[in-house]
Structures are given as C-alpha cells and as structure tokens.
C-alpha cells in the first residue's frame, strides 16, 4: 500500500502530478498530522483537486507549475 511507504514521522508530503487529488485525499484521512502539498501542471486538475480537498481539513495547499 501507498501509505506504507510514509515515514512514522514525516510532516510534510508533496504529491508530484496529484491530478485530481485522490492520493492526497488519502495520506490526509490515514494521517492527519501531516500537511500536503500537491503539484498539478494542469488547470483544470487543480480546480478538481480544489473542490475535492476542500472538504478536507486545511492541511493541504495546492500548486499549479
């Protein structure tokens, strides 16, 4: 499993080509005390990501490159 692969101890994660936010969505809901941050090239990923993680706690931040 993805999150396996998670440190105990890490803070802070960056999700590389995060698309609509799914995995994002999850290291937060497993791991509450991390913040993500995730890199999208695309818009329109982003705004998805945006409407989906918002629900979410503000432990996220979302950039567009």
Not at 5 to 14: E, F, I, K, N, S
Not at 39 to 62: C, D, F, Y
Request: include cysteine; charge should be neutral; aromatic fraction near 2%.
């Amino acid at each position: 499993d993805l999150l396996d692969a998670v440190p105990g101890d890490a803070r802070h994660l960056v999700d590389l080509a995060g698309g609509t936010g799914v995995v994002s969505a999850r290291i937060l809901a497993a791991r509450p005390e991390c913040r993500v941050t995730l890199v999208e090239p695309a818009t329109a990923m982003i705004q998805r990501a945006q409407s989906h993680l918002g629900s979410q706690r503000s432990g996220w931040g979302g950039v567009n490159c």
